[in-house]
């Protein structure tokens, strides 16, 4: 693999106008298709197979006016005064008027009137479901009593979906991301060039996620994330070429030839990288849901175009910029074949010196930092964590304050029968029982359909959509109906979609885990030909995602120190980022693992002691590993400053976790693991070795078919 890319980056080198050109080219292209076929994101979170699942698809045929997107217009009277029927005459005239409503229910009529008079709730039936409302739809029902004086109305309901939008905050990653990489570089060509190369394959694969959003069903959270991973991975992946790519500048290599050296060397471990990424992303197909395969695949498409840019368009960009990737002190004191001995060599001698301690307070400290995560719940996102101020939020709070938090998680029990004598009694029999169901709050009549054949009963809790009680509740109810004869019974609505989302996907993540962990030492095997090293990578990423896992409960779910990142309602963490996080962290840990270890195995297969060849692997790559990982947390920190929950969660899970599998697991407990495990390391059973195939990601074979004439520099050619 290494002589290919040797060759990839070479060509690449020296076709540099032709690559550009193929590259803009193909952006212009994309980003035409995006325009042109770029359809609406969607908040829709289905899960095939579960019973709310099957009921909300059973009404969209039996029930099909209860099928629409429904609204809940909040109207509230000043203080110690009381509503009238005539005071919500504008505001059931507003709402009717809405394009695509079909109904407005006076509270008056449907009993939505709170106890003391002050609050009332209008229920808004569309006439179409949630996806399908439009722009225009939704800000026309946001202005729904905004003529109303003397009264407090708030439009909520699903009908506001939950659009995430892009914002100026993430920009301030990237501004981070440039200060590293120019204190990096000591160069504003080198830093520019990286970040510019970042940014193309960002733009590219984004357009190109954008123009298939018209074919294939995309959730709001999936541009995001693969933004977030997409520009993450890709200023990381250009700068470990582009600092190899200087390291051999700086020994008196010509630039031609130390580009292809560059990319066949640091680039298998970028391809070997990716892949690991992608194929953990992609592996998220294997959990069974759409959703979340959608936002696998959407993410793993754009860290494959960001190795693809490094590998081609990065070498391209390499020969323009000529020797100005160095700084002018370097520039003028080449070529030198010496090296100063910086940071990372005294940091590896260091905790090699005091590597058992070491070990034991790593292992202890991250082990605390795990235990929070005993208490993780999960849900989907709701208007209870929406942006405080928003209209959803607002309307969410002021029915919790005038009606109870159980009125913001309403059930809906759907009965279907033979015929309207069995159903009406099954219904009959299923609001009784259910209204006797610690948890409930209230049970409203049943409501069949034209055909008598279908009947919903609708069910308010005692508590809030994401309360434990409320999950206990429906669980309940399930139970007890599931002993009514003569009709099939199945408990759906928001909640209901949740809490089985929910329970699906924590079921899936053990799974998931040891599919993942299970590939990280097959891969490693691999690349490193060992036992140890694969198993000593994998139990350091479990003390990765535990702790990781361990600090976001605590924050967000149990609300330590949440007003530091803009926290105010903590809840359970949103259902899908145990198992996406799991996911990515997987991928990069593995990138930080093979870009030191790597190096650890290449010098000790050239004859360096095992003490010594983790001291040099420190050395060489600790500056730029160190670099990558405050860029990735720079990155994934800027997205935790969005108003969106979902997002700022999952940001911050990432930060976090690149920073503890970083500085803590890679660049000190790895060290202090392969200082003790010593020759032991590198040992593989000779079946394996037979057996195994080798991937020469260190390019030794390339280091050896250049070695007869050891390329000596060429003149400087059309590239100069």
Known sequence: MATLLYRLGRS????????????????????????????????????????????????????????????????????????????LAPVLKAAAAVPGVIAAVDPFQ????????????????????????????????????????????????????????????????????????????????AAGMTLLNALIGVAAGMAGLYALSGVFELTSVTPVLALMLGLAVGIDYSLFITSRYRQFLSEGMEREEAAGRATGTAGSAVVFAGATVVIALAGLSVVGIPFLTTMGLAAAGTVAVAVLVALTLLPAALAFAGDRVLPRAQRAARPTGTRREGFGYRWAGWVIRLRVPILVAGVVGLGALTLPAQDLRLALPNASTAA??????????????????????????????????????????????????????????????????????????????????????????????????????????????????????????PVYLLLVVGLSVLLLMLVFRSILVPVKAALGFLLTVGSTFGVTVAIFQQGHLAGLVGVDVPGPLVSFLPILLIGILFGLAMD?????????????????????????GMGHNARVVTAAALIMTAVFGGFVLMEDPTIKSIGFALAVGVLIDAFVVRMTLVPAVMSLLGRAAWRLPRALDRILPDLDVEGERLRHSLAPDDRPREKADAAS
């Open 12 to 87: 690449s080198f020296r076709r540099r106008g032709r690559v550009v050109a193929v590259w803009l080219l193909l952006l212009v292209l994309l980003g035409g298709a995006a325009v042109a076929f770029h359809g609406a994101t969607s908040d829709k979170f289905s899960m095939p197979g579960t019973e709310s699942q099957r009921a909300m698809d059973a009404l969209a045929t039996e029930f099909p006016q209860a099928g629409g997107a429904g609204g809940s217009v909040v109207v509230a009277a000043p203080q110690g005064e009381r509503l009238e029927a005539g005071d």
């Open 110 to 189: 449907s009993g939505a009137v709170s106890r003391d008079g002050r609050y009332a709730i209008v229920q808004v039936q569309f006439d179409r479901p949630v996806n399908d409302i439009t722009a225009a739809q939704r800000e026309a029902y946001l202005k729904v009593g905004s003529g109303v004086t003397g009264l407090r109305v708030e439009p909520g309901g699903e009908v506001l979906g939950n659009q995430v939008e892009v914002g100026s905050s993430e920009g301030l990653g990237v501004l981070i991301a440039a200060v590293v990489l120019i204190v990096t570089f000591g160069s504003l060509v």
């Open 388 to 509: 405080p101020g928003s209209s959803a939020r607002e309307a969410y709070d002021l029915t919790s304050e005038g009606f109870g938090e159980g009125f913001n998680a309403r059930l809906v029990a759907v009965v279907s029968g033979a015929d309207a004598k069995t159903t009406t009694a099954a219904a009959q029999q299923t609001a009784q029982l259910i209204q006797q169901t610690e948890g409930v709050l209230a049970v409203m009549p049943p409501q069949p359909n034209a055909t008598g054949t279908t009947a919903l009963v609708s069910i308010i809790p005692k508590a809030g959509p994401t309360d434990a009680a409320t999950e206990d509740a429906v669980h309940a109810i399930r139970a007890k109906v599931a002993a009514v004869d003569g009709a099939r019974i199945a408990v759906t609505g928001a909640t209901a979609v949740g809490i089985d989302v929910s329970q699906k996907l924590a079921d899936a993540m």
């Open 592 to 616: 930080y693992e093979v870009f030191l270890v790597s190096r650890m195995r290449e010098d000790h297969l050239h004859g360096d002691t095992p003490r010594q060849a983790v001291v040099n």
